[in-house]
């Protein structure tokens, strides 16, 4: 599993430089779970994708994943972790590790720097729901996707599925 996470890493997703053994559990380990994700958000204020984002809460979870995974929970990037209830919570932590097998199944998101052994840039970037679509309609719902900043990251969401 270390090695899909340098995968991740080498994929540009994960831009926070940390020691390894500063990282918090894989997405796929059962120590990462709906529970665990309840304890590490409870009376925290930061926003829930910074918390996601966080390597010593979860591993190889970078920008472009936890856009996506908060989309697909239906949880707003800017929601402070502290007040979601267990139920979005839940949500998020059934989300990660689908979204990030995903990824990896399409060979990683990126762009410049990810190639895989045959040489082909990552295709998940062509499933991207809301990640780097400002403006462009909502695949569920047609609203326009927006682009906020959160902890000086570009946050892409949908103001009508997301709550
Ligand atoms: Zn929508």
């Known amino acids: 599993m270390r090695a899909i996470i340098a995968l991740l890493v080498a ?51 970078g920008n472009i994943y936890a856009a996506e995974i908060l989309f697909r929970a239906g949880v707003r990037p800017t929601r402070r972790a502290g007040r979601l209830s267990r139920a979005e919570l ?18 990683g998101t990126t762009f410049r720097s990810y190639r895989d052994s045959n040489g082909r840039p990552g295709s998940f970037a062509a499933r991207l729901k809301v990640y780097g679509r400002e403006g462009e309609p909502c695949y569920t719902c047609s609203t326009p996707i927006r682009n906020v900043v959160v902890g000086q990251r570009a946050s892409f969401y949908c103001p009508r599925c997301q709550k």
């Open 11 to 61: 994929a540009g997703a994960l831009e926070t430089t940390v020691e390894l053994r500063g990282l918090g559990p894989e997405p796929f380990d059962g120590a990462f779970s709906a529970q665990y994700l309840a304890q590490k958000a409870c009376g925290r204020r930061v926003a829930i994708k910074n918390l996601l984002m966080d390597q010593r809460i979860v591993a190889g979870i």
């Open 90 to 107: 839940t949500r998020i932590a059934a989300t990660v590790a689908p979204v990030l097998r995903e990824a990896i199944g399409e060979g």
